[in-house]
């Protein structure tokens, strides 16, 4: 059955830091990629996705994501994080064939000032 | 344009009461769904909506109902509430089901069931 591990429950992050929040998963295929971001109290919102083409993608909010195919991995990086980037982070794996959306168990993101 | 609204924000049910939670969207999107989301859990979908009329299960689907008789409103009824569906709730919509189409997220219904 197709899973999405991300092995960080909660990561703390000094702000300027560099961040990087792991995805792994377990598909047949190549599947839809997805990151999500949800603030305190609010709705989840989309940060970038992988369909095909370029493994680096590129998100709102500076974000980006590479895409490993040999590793099954699917990493959201920030070379810099801000006070505000404190959330909590969900991957997400999209089947082709189903449109089915298999969402990760999430990883909360602290930062210190 | 308000996207996604679901009401109300938070609830307290007793075990055995029905209720219906509310989502509205104003982006004429076909697509609608339902997730719970759990502590030490991702998300997991409900039941879904590719149009007016036209409602499916999900992964978790027992206890609640769906219906969809407009394009705007998709509502979640939970006919008699379990302590096991204490959750929160969130409602989706795209302009289709294809996952190319970007989900957008209403802002959640805590709902918590004694």
């Known amino acids: 059955a197709q899973s999405v591990t991300q092995p960080d429950i909660h990561i703390t992050v000094s702000e300027g830091a560099s961040l990087e929040l792991r995805c792994n998963y377990s598909?047949?295929?190549?599947?839809?990629l997805f990151w999500y971001v949800q603030s305190p109290g609010q709705g989840l919102q989309l940060l970038l996705k992988?369909?095909?083409?370029?493994?680096l993608v590129q998100g709102i909010k500076g974000f980006e994501a590479e895409f490993k195919r040999s590793q099954s991995s699917f990493n959201l990086r920030k070379p810099s994080v801000h006070w505000s980037d404190a959330a909590e982070y969900f991957c997400?794996?999209?089947?082709?064939?189903?449109?089915?959306?298999?969402f990760g168990t999430g990883t909360r993101l602290q930062v210190f000032p | 344009n308000a996207g996604v609204t679901q009401t109300p924000k938070f609830q307290v049910l007793k075990t055995g009461q029905s209720m219906t939670l509310q989502c509205a969207q104003d982006?004429?999107?076909?697509?609608m769904s339902w997730y719970r989301q759990d502590p030490g859990m991702g998300l997991r979908l409900i039941h879904y909506?590719?149009?007016?009329?036209?409602?499916d299960q999900g992964e978790v689907p027992n206890g609640y109902n769906v219906s969809r008789s407009t394009t705007e409103d998709f509502p979640l009824r939970l006919l008699s509430a379990a302590p096991s569906q204490t959750s929160v709730y969130f409602c989706?919509?795209?302009?289709?089901?294809?996952?190319?189409?970007?989900?957008?997220f209403g802002p959640g219904t805590r709902l918590t069931v004694l």
């Open positions: 997400a794996v999209g089947e082709r064939n189903t449109d089915k959306l298999i």
């Open positions: 989706a919509s795209s302009p289709t089901g294809s996952l190319t189409n970007e989900q957008f």
């Open positions: 982006m004429n999107h076909e697509y």
């Open positions: 992988y369909f095909s083409g370029d493994t």
């Open positions: 598909y047949g295929a190549t599947p839809y």
């Open positions: 909506s590719v149009g007016a009329g036209i409602t």
